[in-house]
């Protein structure tokens, strides 16, 4: 990266004087600067400044306004309220980048904030005009629904006459008009979605050569997100209904796309609905064609021109307020540049490293406490590309992402099965787990518990999978008694552990107290976004359903004080499919080894099939 990108980037010492772009030089430079910072500041999906940015697990970053969930109908099942739990956990989407187009897992992802920030002081007035706009799209969004009511409070709709209805719908219109598409216009003309949804507000309007000329302006600034062809495209629609005696239902007609219930004559809704279709089709063509994604939209350029402009004025103050500090993309918790930014559901951003390191100790954000998705989806996610090309501008050296790579034994206690999120209490009296406690208690008061192995003549103790559990309680019973080792006089301990993830077991040996030591590679899921090949969510929704059923069924058939113990000695069911499995195998009455089966598998559905499969199982031998 060039030192001329940097100072440019890093506005606190640097004014541009207006010769500079007179230069062939400095023309190619600043192409290439627009360039990168293109990049760093577009939405990924409609090619515009980022507003309200959120990131997405595949790490590229779109406007909040640009995401959409697909709608989900839930089946005609024996268990409604199950199959609604098992469409929430499992709800997927197409991700709007045509870089990606994997499907993801909704998790709620929330406003990105340090790119929010940063954009917002890189582009101050661009984000009062978007704030504006984002305004009187809330406001005109009962305009476009059927469900909501567009009369006011002290309005009886019923009694009040068409052309009162109508002048108090115009004069709302007006007023959203004036008030918020209108200023966000004049303060940056060079935005397109202000005339996408000034055009539509027009159009309601029956101003359709105000309409027209607003849409047409937004498709040439920007013609690589088809928004404005596509608001032309209603605008026109609009109008032909209008000339069709029909506006009796055009604002209803403007929903229809999404809504296809109507409770006017069911012929004219017929019609306006053959036309919604009609309007459809030619829509899902304009929207399929090939998109040019190499040139800069207009719009962007003249955001980006503007931003130099700005930065090239003799007013240091003005430049001071709009500059861009390391402070700005610094990790909360090791307060230095963020290295390999990563950003949560809940939108922060950190390190890598640090948010492995807090989610090994708990399952929250570290800054607002959001219960964040398990550790292995962090592990396989991509740094925030935008926040990566800003930070890497104070920072060319990025440090080794490396978490992890343990070099240390961990000690071993050969009893039992272990599956992650269990408690479980151990009564330690061998000799050597005695030091064994003494030496976990004065460390980091962690341990592997593992099955013993199955196989006859195996030189190996163990089976080749455990769980890494956590002392939460010990309590050393000094009324017992007392034997003597190499690390002391030792009692008996009473332990209770909390069960933390799944690991590998690789170079076992035996101490000179007894006790097995062993490395560790951490075994985690891999996400369905994460592998290879396309994944069903169909299929994972069906698994958590059988199982979550399955559930049901079994409280329901407990008398109440049955039903109380269970849920405290197991907890409430989990949402999360992961956790699901491995809670639902903590209490199938299956052999050890059997359940062993799901320690390796580092896909849920496999494991839910398992579940399944035990389910029927167990349901064939109870009947």
């Known amino acids: 990266m060039s030192v001329e990108f940097l100072y440019l980037v890093n506005?606190?010492?640097?004014i541009l004087s207006p010769t500079f772009f007179r230069t062939r030089q400095a023309e190619i430079l600043v192409l290439k600067l627009m360039q990168e910072l293109l990049l760093a500041s577009q939405c990924n999906a409609c090619s515009e400044l980022l507003f309200d940015p959120i990131t997405l697990p595949c790490g590229y970053s779109i406007c909040k306004r640009c995401f959409r969930l697909p709608k989900q109908r839930i089946p005609q099942t024996e268990n409604?309220?199950?199959a609604k739990a098992a469409l929430a956990a499992v709800r997927a989407y197409k991700c709007p980048v045509r870089a990606c187009g994997k499907r993801h897992r909704h998790r709620n992802e929330k406003t990105n904030l340090m790119l929010y920030y940063c954009l917002e002081k890189l582009f101050p007035n661009e984000y009062r005009a978007l704030s504006l706009v984002r305004e009187g799209e809330l406001l005109l969004k009962p305009y476009w629904s059927p469900d909501q009511s567009i009369c006011?409070?002290?309005?009886?709709c019923e009694e009040a006459t068409e052309e009162e209805l109508q002048q108090q719908k115009n004069g709302e219109l007006e007023s959203i008009i004036s008030n918020y598409f209108k200023p966000a216009i004049d303060i940056a003309p060079h935005l397109q979605l202000p005339y996408v949804l000034r055009a539509k507000a027009l159009g309601e309007l029956r101003r359709f050569d105000e309409a027209n000329g607003d849409a047409q302006m937004a498709a040439r600034m920007n013609a690589s997100n088809r928004r404005g062809i596509v608001a032309?495209?209603?605008?026109q629609w609009r109008h032909k209904m209008y000339q069709s005696q029909m506006h009796v239902l055009a604002t209803c007609a403007m929903s229809t796309l999404d809504h296809e219930d109507t409770q006017d004559d069911p012929a004219v809704a017929q019609s306006v609905r053959a036309a919604a279709e009609a309007l459809r089709l030619e829509i899902n063509n304009i929207v399929k064609q090939p998109q040019d994604d190499t040139t800069m939209p207009p719009s962007m350029g003249q955001c980006i021109r503007s931003l130099f402009e700005r930065c090239g004025t003799s007013n240091l103050e003005q430049v001071c307020e709009s500059q861009l500090l390391s402070s700005d993309f610094e990790c909360h918790m090791c307060l230095s540049l963020v290295q390999h930014p990563i950003t949560t559901p809940c939108g922060h951003t950190w390190c890598r490293n640090c948010l492995l390191a807090?989610?090994?100790h708990t399952p929250g954000c570290p800054m607002c406490r959001t219960k964040l998705p398990q550790f292995g989806y962090f592990m396989h996610r991509p740094q925030s590309y935008s926040i990566q090309k800003f930070a890497?501008?104070?920072?060319?050296?990025?440090?080794?992402?490396?978490?992890?790579?343990t070099h240390t034994k961990t000690p071993l206690f050969i009893c039992t099965l272990s599956l992650p999120g269990s408690v479980a209490n151990f009564h330690m009296f061998e000799p050597r787990y005695r030091v064994m406690m003494k030496r976990a208690i004065e460390t980091d008061r962690r341990l592997i518990i593992a099955l013993p192995s199955q196989e006859q003549g195996s030189k190996i103790p163990s089976v080749e999978y455990g769980c890494l559990v956590y002392i939460k309680h010990f309590e050393p019973l000094l009324s017992c008694d007392i034997v003597a080792t190499e690390d002391g006089n030792l009692p008996r301990y009473l332990i209770e552990t909390e069960a933390l993830h799944r690991v590998r077991l690789s170079s076992l040996s035996q101490n000179s107290a007894g006790y097995y030591e062993a490395y560790s590679e951490r075994v985690e899921d891999v996400e369905p976004e994460d592998r290879e090949q396309d994944w069903d969510p169909a299929l994972l929704t069906e698994l958590v359903y059988c199982a979550r059923s399955f559930v049901a069924g079994l409280l329901s058939s407990l008398p109440p004080a049955a039903r109380f113990h269970f849920e405290r000695q197991h907890g409430r069911m989990p949402d999360d499919p992961s956790e699901l499995s491995f809670w639902m195998a903590s209490f199938l009455p299956l052999h050890p080894h059997t359940l062993y089966q799901l320690l390796p598998c580092t896909a849920v559905e496999e494991r839910l099939q398992l579940i399944t499969q035990w389910i029927q199982q167990c349901t064939l031998v109870a009947n």
């Open 11 to 14: 506005f606190s010492r640097v």
């Open 232 to 235: 032309e495209k209603l605008v």
């Open 392 to 405: 890497s501008c104070f920072d060319s050296n990025p440090s080794v992402d490396n978490y992890g790579q």
């Open 152 to 156: 006011k409070e002290d309005v009886n």
């Open 358 to 360: 807090s989610l090994d």
């Open 80 to 82: 409604p309220q199950e």
